[in-house]
């Protein structure tokens, strides 16, 4: 019986990572190098697909920020908290990948560039989001006032996008390197790649926010239980 | 609808009496934003003959503008907390959207103050005697007005919280990014003797930014300040 349990655990742990192990051979072995940006380019299957990620993040976020508004019920909280945490861990790996990226390209590690400072911005949001739920004692209030934080950092993205966009058109980036941002890709294994890439961070995202989920789950009921022996002490 | 003004009026009243009684936020949020402008001020002497210093102005206005606004908004429902009368406020026969509106005018008057009194220090420090215009008046009472929406909001999420101050702060930043862009923006172009029309966009977003957050949080004003568990 507990064999079988693990096997169930196991199953989505191999499938991660036998995605992963495809990935790198496919990233480092199958494509070739694209021409103009060399060795550097290779980092794009990580960038574009921990992007593509953290922004399902959070939109997964305020969808279930939303739902638990409605409906009040706790699982949607814990999906919201665990997706943000998994988010900001893609987020923070995105901002990491593109400044690896943009030195060699672009000649320098940060622009103004819009998506860039809107990535930047939301991460910081998140990153108070997170805090936020850390320093509030836990409780209903805490959920309903987490959630809509996610909401208003929602509803800020497209406006932080759009003052962001306006002022690169104000002050362009600064791009001094040897190769911009579209030299060359155009070979169609580098898009079958990319687009193989995005699918193992999708699956990669699910399994770690599944694993952020259940230790939600598991501290909310320590919270329960200790509150529920704080009871039984009051009453004696 | 008078009424309702009235309300709101005699809330803000409140907090404004009390204030000016004091004078302690606003004290410490002029001198925050003093310190930041000399910090800026002294760093600047070294670009003196390199560069326009004037390019800085916009930029450390809003610095200055949004930390020490972000410090003191956050005291404005923590107060209430530390007195014990949030609960006289919650338990009166006023909806919290009314409570937030008053707090939300009285955040109103305080930044402008401070604004009003950092402006022209500003200008003279960084060469830019431009920034005295009539459309200066519109920019700085819409970024402010901005920036008193979100952080009435805020102040409603991080009070009864020990560290209010800096979870307020935390979340107060970021959001009003994209007020502090069009802001330093637009006062950029008024020193640079840019028509009205030349920044329009910008000032568009500093609108579009007060509708929704206002929209935003008076509809969820009452779930940040529900007190059930």
């Given at each position: 019986m507990a064999s079988t349990y693990y096997l169930k655990q196991l199953v989505p742990l191999i499938v991660v990572a036998s995605f992963l192990i495809v990935n790198y051979w496919l990233i480092f072995i199958w494509v070739p190098t694209e021409?103009?940006?060399?060795?550097?380019?290779?980092?794009f299957y990580l960038h574009i697909p921990v992007a593509w990620v953290s922004m399902v993040a959070i939109v997964v976020t305020a969808i279930f920020s939303f739902l638990y508004l409605w409906k009040r019920n706790e699982k949607y909280d814990q999906i919201a908290y665990s997706t943000a945490q998994t988010g900001l861990l893609f987020g923070l790996m995105m901002l990491v990948t593109g400044m690896i990226w943009a030195y060699p390209v672009w000649g320098t590690w940060w622009t103004g560039e819009a998506k860039l400072t809107t990535a930047l911005i939301l991460f910081l949001i998140y990153v108070a989001y997170i805090l936020f739920r850390n320093f509030y004692p836990p409780g209903g209030k805490r959920n309903r006032i987490a959630a809509v934080i996610a909401l208003l950092g929602a509803i800020d993205t497209p406006i932080i996008y759009y003052a962001a966009d306006i002022w690169q058109q104000n002050h362009p980036p600064a791009v001094?390197?040897?190769?911009?941002?579209?030299?060359?890709?155009?070979?169609s294994e580098i898009y079958i790649v990319l687009f193989f890439s995005v699918i193992t961070m999708t699956l990669l995202f699910t399994l770690i926010t599944s694993f952020t989920y259940r230790i939600q789950k598991a501290n909310n009921l320590l919270e329960f239980v200790k509150s529920q022996k704080f009871y039984a002490n009051y009453n004696n | 609808m008078m009424k309702i003004l009235k309300i709101v009026w005699i809330i803000a009243k409140k907090d404004l009496v009390t204030e000016f009684r004091g004078k302690d936020l606003l004290i410490s949020q002029l001198v925050f934003s003093i310190l930041t402008i000399s910090i800026f001020a002294v760093i600047s002497t070294s670009f003196v003959g390199t560069i326009?210093?004037?390019?800085?102005a916009g930029g450390v206005f809003f610095t200055a503008l949004t930390f020490s606004g972000g410090i003191s908004f956050s005291r404005s429902f923590s107060s209430e907390y530390e007195k014990g009368t949030h609960i006289t406020l919650l338990v009166a026969p006023i909806g919290n959207e009314i409570i937030y509106l008053g707090k939300l005018l009285a955040n109103f008057v305080f930044i402008t103050i401070s604004a009003l009194i950092t402006l022209p220090l500003v200008a003279v420090i960084f060469d830019a005697?431009?920034?005295?215009?009539?459309e200066t008046i519109l920019v700085v009472l819409l970024a402010n007005l901005g920036f008193a929406i979100a952080g009435t909001t805020y102040s409603a999420i991080g009070a009864?919280?020990?560290s209010f101050q800096l979870l307020v702060t935390l979340l107060f930043v970021p959001s009003v990014f994209p007020n502090i862009l069009a802001g330093v923006q637009s006062l950029q172009m008024i020193i640079d003797g840019q028509p009205i029309s030349e920044f329009s966009q910008w000032l568009a977003i500093m609108a579009g930014f007060i509708f929704i957050f206002l929209l935003a949080s008076l509809l969820m004003i009452d779930l940040i300040m529900e007190e059930s568990i």
């Open positions: 021409i103009n940006q060399g060795l550097v380019q290779k980092i001094i390197a040897p190769t911009s941002e579209s030299a060359g890709i155009a070979s | 326009d210093r004037s390019v800085l005697l431009q920034i005295f215009s009539p009864g919280l020990k």
